[in-house]
């Protein structure tokens, strides 16, 4: 049975490091370029925002909910280097990337699968990590399946072998962005070379997948037999084709999360909603959420996971002990220990983002590892102390046996 979708949309995430000794001088190229503005958010036009986040983490990501009339007529009036020195200061600053007009975009030829770029942001934290989101959409009224091999084959547009991949004769292309190269080339204007990011092992030629589908009603019902949504949203959740054969499905263990008419679905690298019209609230409210407080919540998690990876990659190399304990202690203090939410379906949400980032568990490995360093440095402290102590005794033995001879 084909399966036709009512609304959806897939966020392609891209991650990228900084260094940041130039994050400032990255803040202020993105101010230089004119299709690129910060980001305000206001009380009363981001309720849910306000009403979802907890005072820690609204001051982090959001401090301009804040933000007084006559503080935002000082930052408007500020020259470019003030700004970007001032934003450089911030936990987090979010921008908006308009490209003048949506991208009208097709896979395939005169037969393939049409989709819009509707919205680009980049999220910069101040550690120098950033996230370049990518809102596509299909065409109206396309199949389930459309959406399976459109996630399948554009997540992969950074990857060497994506480049040249041909499978269902799906080949992308764009009027803005008319090959994968020059999409590619966007990439890399925006991110850089992303030299950090490789030495840190983070994954790159594979964009991170955040996708929500509401199925049409009579895809989905009190009458449709599960076994085949949950067979269909399996290949969903781990970005897999329309023609793939699926024998097991996961909708009873760890990485789902369900209710009725919605299923959640997480891993490493993708985070999917699949949703029915059965239920008003799946494309009327639900999907709003899904991209704003639930997309931003699901950053807060990725940007815990690759500053991990990052603080990891200092342990291995440094040698400066001082400089890397105090990263990793205010971590601990200030990201750490502190919730996101109160808000029901985000304290849900907040369980299975942290386990399919492993978050848990890195950041015990690391901290057996700031231990194992901590005693080396104390050892090698105490170790020069002593030899200091002892270079003096010895200069002392000797200037009394040399005042014995004279």
């Known amino acids: 049975m084909e399966l036709e979708t009512k609304y959806q949309y897939t966020y392609f995430i891209y991650p990228y490091v900084i260094e940041q ?11 230089k370029k004119k ?13 849910e925002i306000d009403t979802y986040f907890l005072p820690e983490i609204k001051e982090k990501l959001f401090w301009s909910l804040d933000l007084s009339k006559e503080g935002l007529k000082d930052y408007e009036t500020m020259d470019l280097k003030m700004k970007a020195n001032v934003l450089s200061k911030k936990n987090a600053c979010i921008f908006e990337y308009s490209l003048g007009q949506d991208i009208p975009a097709k896979i395939g030829e005169e037969d393939g699968i049409f989709f ?50 041909q499978y269902d004769n799906i080949k992308i292309q764009t009027n803005q962005f008319q090959n994968m190269q020059t999409f590619s080339e966007f990439i ?18 594979r964009l991170i997948t955040y996708s929500y589908t509401c199925l049409d009603q009579n895809s989905w019902n009190e009458n449709t ?28 263990r760890e990485p789902v999360y369900q209710e009725k008419y919605k299923y959640y679905g997480f891993s490493s690298n993708s985070t999917v909603l699949l949703t029915s019209a059965s239920n008003i ?15 931003y919540h699901f950053l807060y998690h990725l940007h815990q996971k690759v500053y991990l990876k990052k603080l990891n990659f200092e342990f291995v190399k440094t040698k400066d002990f001082n400089k890397v304990k105090q990263r990793f202690l205010n971590f601990a203090k200030k990201e750490w220990i502190y919730e996101v939410t ?33 005693k080396e440095y104390e050892v090698d402290k105490t170790n020069k102390h002593h030899n200091w102590i002892i270079a003096v005794v ?6 009394n046996l040399i005042s014995l001879f004279w």
């Open 21 to 31: 000794n130039k994050y400032g001088e990255y803040l202020y190229k993105l101010l």
């Open 35 to 47: 299709e690129c503005k910060l980001k305000l958010f206001d009380r009363k036009k981001d309720i």
């Open 116 to 165: 819009d770029i509707t919205k680009i942001e980049i999220v910069c934290f101040s550690t120098g990590i950033c996230f370049l989101l990518i809102k596509t959409i299909l065409n109206e009224q396309a199949s389930f399946s459309n959406v399976l091999n459109f996630n399948y084959k554009f997540r992969d547009i950074q990857s060497p072998t994506g480049k040249t991949k």
């Open 188 to 205: 890399k204007q925006i991110a850089g070379l992303n030299i950090i990011a490789k030495q840190i092992n983070l994954e790159t030629n």
């Open 225 to 252: 037999d599960l076994k085949i949504i949950e067979k269909e949203f399996e290949k969903y959740r781990h970005i897999g084709t329309a023609g793939e054969q699926i024998d097991d499905v996961t909708v009873k």
């Open 281 to 295: 609230k799946n494309y009327t409210s639900l999907l709003f959420e899904y991209e704003t407080v639930q997309l």
């Open 342 to 374: 109160n808000d029901i379906k985000g304290v849900i949400l907040e369980k299975y983002f942290k386990k399919a980032q492993r978050l848990e568990e890195t950041f015990l490995k690391l901290k057996n590892e700031y231990d194992l360093l901590y």
């Open 394 to 399: 010895t200069i002392m033995i000797a200037i």
